[in-house]
């Protein structure tokens, strides 16, 4: 009796599935990426949508509007789970019921959507592979991947990686879209990173990064660039030359660098947390009034530089949330 109601249950959740307009099927089985019970954070999931192509541009709406609307959607269909709420009341960190993540690596496997590496779980790696999630490092991972159409890639283990892949990952992945290290223990960013041309999400979660290669500027589709868990608190110069670049996250994070530039990163929508605290920062906060797109500012400031930061954030009509220290 139990196991044909857990039957019925799987056949109503592929018909769940099967009834999604088309561009939320992929939204849904993206959750399959992630681990088990993972709490993935709504923005997280929302920029890296955004940088595979899921979610479509609407008139009058920025591509994250629409995205979470898409997750929204997932939500009112009982989908997707919400498990933290922000203080406005919309999701802030969500994930699948483990029967829904079932049905989620079933249709993953049958439409080569996502591969897993695992103690677990040692998915086929022949044929296309679109997006590969890892939680345990093999031996020979890149010698079984054929790379040539990874789109993503998350690195979820908590070990120090393979310096062989992550020096390989630049060439061995050259279409990435979505490069995210959650645990890793990554000590080193390789020098050539900007050679992923396509990469459009960029994340250093609990790494040991601490500096990032001047060759970041190359990534000329570059939308995100989170590096708050990360030992990193300067960016190189380079970074200003990342016109496309909407969300730039880091903890203490010196602009110091893009003196000259900051004011050219006019697809701004998200610039935390920044320290200003230091001297020589009075021309940079005062180009901040040229980034009209921002809607999220997060920063630390001397107090003597209040008024000028008031003058910048004025000309900033887009502007939802203000985060100020100093």
């Not at 921002?294 to 107090?303: A, D, F, P, T, Y």
Request: hydrophobic residues 35%.
């Amino acid at each position: 009796m139990k196991d044909t109601h857990l039957i019925g249950i799987k056949e109503i959740l592929g018909l769940s599935y099967d009834d999604l307009p088309y561009y939320l099927k992929s939204c849904l089985l993206y959750f399959g990426i992630y681990p088990e019970d993972y709490e993935v954070k709504a923005k997280r999931l929302i920029r890296q949508w955004i940088a595979e192509g899921f979610v479509k541009e609407e008139r009058g709406k920025t591509l994250e509007e629409v995205a979470e609307r898409y997750l929204i959607e997932l939500i009112h269909r009982s989908l997707v789970q919400v498990s933290s709420v922000r203080i406005d009341g919309k999701p802030k960190g969500c994930r699948v019921h483990d029967l829904i993540r079932d049905m989620i690596l079933e249709k993953s496997e049958d439409l080569n959507f996502c591969k897993h590496i695992s103690e677990d779980e040692q998915s086929s790696l022949s044929g296309t592979i679109r997006r590969l999630s890892i939680t345990t490092m093999s031996d020979h991972l890149m010698m079984r991947t054929q790379s040539s159409h990874v789109r993503s890639l998350l690195d979820f283990t908590n070990e120090q990686p393979m310096i062989y892949f992550v020096r390989r990952i630049p060439t061995k992945y050259r279409l990435l879209k979505v490069l995210d290290y959650e645990f890793a223990r990554l000590v080193n960013v390789p020098k050539d990173v900007g050679c992923l041309i396509h990469l459009k999400y960029l994340r250093f979660g609990f790494v040991e990064v601490d500096k990032i290669p001047k060759s970041i500027g190359m990534l000329q589709n570059l939308e995100t660039l989170d590096v708050r868990s990360s030992n990193v608190r300067e960016l190189p110069k380079e970074i200003s030359k990342l016109r496309k670049l909407r969300h730039l996250i880091g903890t203490e994070l010196s602009l110091i660098q893009l003196k000259d530039g900051i004011g050219e990163m006019t697809s701004l929508q998200t610039l935390r947390c920044v320290d200003f605290g230091m001297d020589g920062v009075v021309e940079i906060i005062k180009d901040l009034e040229k980034l009209k797109q921002i809607r999220e500012l997060g920063l630390v400031v001397r107090s003597e530089y209040l008024s000028i930061l008031s003058s910048s954030i004025n000309g900033m009509q887009d502007l939802e949330k203000l985060y100020v220290s100093s």
